[in-house]
């Protein structure tokens, strides 16, 4: 599951835009089983998944990306290296801002 605290700003801004989160799970929900299956955004196969479920953006917070986080949550923060998706399949980076990647499934 996503950390609490950093969670909870999450939660709050899906309120506010009126847009799902797949991390936006209660831990031992059916959504936390799906939010596992596409954990990895480095696999191509997840954005598949992604579409399926009409996710249009991943949203990629750079910072979060450390060994503290990736200690806690590997897969998640992948290993504590920023994921490069340039090459992965059906993704095309839609913006970048101070420490955030957006990026579009198409």
Do not use: C, M
Request: proline residues 7%.
């Amino acid at each position: 599951s996503t950390e609490e605290p950093k969670s909870y700003d999450y939660l709050l801004w899906q309120r506010y835009h009126q847009k799902p989160l797949v991390y936006g799970a209660l831990t031992g929900s059916p959504d936390e089983v799906k939010r596992q299956e596409v954990r990895n955004i480095s696999d191509p196969l997840t954005t598949k998944k992604l579409k399926q479920r009409k996710v249009k953006f991943v949203i990629i917070h750079t910072e979060r990306y450390n060994s503290q986080n990736s200690q806690k949550y590997p897969v998640e923060y992948n290993w504590g290296q920023v994921p490069d998706l340039s090459k992965i399949p059906g993704l095309t980076k839609a913006a970048e801002f101070e420490n955030t990647l957006v990026y579009q499934i198409k």
